[in-house]
């Protein structure tokens, strides 16, 4: 099955500074890559998503880009705000559907 | 703005009680996923559900959990009897990924805690 790996575990930059979370996946058949962010006691919800067919997408200060034939992707936050603090995961989904990494904890220092 | 619901959201029991969460999936989603959140593991998935058949529960102990989608709107997942190691945050998840959008959407979470 499918294999994600996440790194780091812990992130932590100044306000305004720019973070990037990076991944790897196992499973070269794998062709969707969502990414979710889970504010403390709250539920993960999407921020954002890439298809395989594509190699970077942005909507306004968040990006993701996508290496296929590395395996791997990455997001990446620009101008970063208290309100970016969260823990952020990565998945990539294959024949058995979403498998996570780990997870990332954002820390934005003010 | 449809969303998927838990209930109950939080449930405080004693080791050995039967516990049993439910979810009732965004309308129209035919997959519904069973996750378990921890500090230690991050999120496992429990069991998967498509057009409410079963397809994947390998990740859930066999003795003590199970998970049942009596109809296309509400999943069930039970443990019993409980432990303390069962203490976690249970998610369920509803997704449609043949149509448009593919990914999944994460209902509240149930904080289970097994005294």
């Known amino acids: 099955g499918e294999n994600v790996e996440q790194h780091p575990s812990t992130l932590s930059v100044q306000e305004g500074d720019s973070a990037v979370i990076k991944c790897t996946y196992s499973d070269s058949a794998s062709n969707y890559f969502p990414w979710y962010k889970q504010e403390l006691g709250k539920r993960p919800q999407l921020i954002i998503d890439?298809?395989?067919?594509?190699g970077e997408k942005k909507d306004q200060r968040i990006a993701v880009t996508l290496n296929k034939t590395a395996k791997h992707f990455s997001l990446h936050i620009t101008e970063t705000q208290p309100e970016d603090s969260a823990v952020y995961f990565c998945a990539a989904r294959g024949a058995d559907g979403l498998t996570f990494g780990k997870g990332t904890h954002l820390i934005i220092q003010p | 703005d449809a969303r998927v619901t838990q209930t109950p959201r939080h449930k405080v029991t004693e080791m050995g009680q039967e516990v049993t969460m439910r979810c009732q999936p965004i309308?129209?989603?035919?997959?519904v996923f069973w996750y378990r959140q921890t500090m230690m593991q991050g999120l496992e998935l429990l069991a998967y559900?498509?057009?409410?058949?079963?397809?994947?529960d390998s990740g859930m102990p066999k003795d003590r959990f199970s998970a049942e989608m009596p109809d296309a709107t509400l999943a069930t997942l039970k443990i019993q009897p409980s432990e303390p190691r069962d203490s976690a945050v249970y998610f369920c998840?509803?997704?449609?990924?043949?149509?448009?959008?593919?990914?999944?959407?994460f209902g509240p979470g149930t904080r289970l805690l097994v005294l």
């Open positions: 309308l129209g989603h035919n997959t």
């Open positions: 559900f498509r057009n409410r058949a079963p397809l994947d």
């Open positions: 998840a509803s997704g449609d990924p043949d149509g448009i959008q593919e990914t999944q959407y």
């Open positions: 890439i298809r395989s067919n594509v």
